[in-house]
T-cell receptor, first 113, second 114 residues
């Protein structure tokens, strides 16, 4: 079955880079996503990567995908206190009928001033 | 703001009761998805509707049901509520549904069952 795993917690200092890691199991995934959830808020789509890409950069965000190892990472450059949130990776599973996301457990990022 | 709206924002009810959560997708989106976020189970896919028809089912209990109406809004009905149903329920939408499209999430409905 599908399973997406993330480490629970990451703490960094303001201005440092943060790297949040994720492993997934379904090799048929076509898209992999990163969502951000701030306290008491919904899920905000940060970025996504298509499975035939190795890297995608979007301003301070860099996504790296290692398909062989089924490993996905999100790097946040120059991390700010406003980046403190829970980050979820998700894989898109397309079965015969529909489209659903399978999420990791989330990584809580704490940014210290 | 994703463009997906959900009502109510908060809901407090008692065990055994029935509630209805409502979702309006982004303008033009035909697909609606429901997810449950709880402390013990994390974020789990419940169900996917596309243009009024059920497309995929995930870990949705038999006590739960959903539908999508002709105007494309969707409702998630939760009945015979139990304490363990307390969770944040998210709705998401996407333009189509037959392909792996990006899903945009609403702010969620926080349900507390006492």
């Amino acid at each position: 079955g599908e399973d997406v795993e993330q480490s629970l917690f990451l703490s960094v200092r303001e201005g440092d880079s943060s790297v949040i890691n994720c492993t997934y199991t379904d090799s048929s995934s076509t898209y992999l996503y990163w969502y951000k959830q701030e306290p008491g808020a919904g899920l905000q789509l940060l970025t996504y990567i298509f499975s035939n890409m190795d890297m995608k950069q979007d301003q301070r965000l860099t996504v790296l995908l290692n398909k062989k190892d089924k490993h996905l990472s999100l790097r946040i450059a120059d991390t700010q206190t406003g980046d403190s949130a829970i980050y979820f990776c998700a894989e898109s599973i397309l079965d015969n009928a529909g489209n659903m996301l399978t999420f990791g457990g989330g990584t809580r990022l704490m940014v210290k001033p | 703001d994703s463009g997906v709206t959900q009502t109510p924002k908060h809901l407090i009810t008692a065990t055994g009761q029935r509630v209805t959560l409502r979702c309006s997708p982004r303008s033009g989106d035909l697909s609606v998805y429901w997810y449950q976020q709880s402390l013990d189970q994390g974020l789990q896919f419940l169900i996917h509707y596309y243009n009024g028809e059920e497309r995929a089912k995930g870990n949705i209990l038999e006590r739960f049901s959903a539908q999508q109406f002709p105007d494309l809004h969707s409702e998630l009905n939760l009945s015979s509520l139990e304490l363990g149903d307390s969770a944040l329920y998210f709705c998401a939408s996407s333009p189509g549904g037959a392909t792996q499209e990006t899903q945009y999430f609403g702010p969620g409905t926080r349900l507390l069952v006492l």
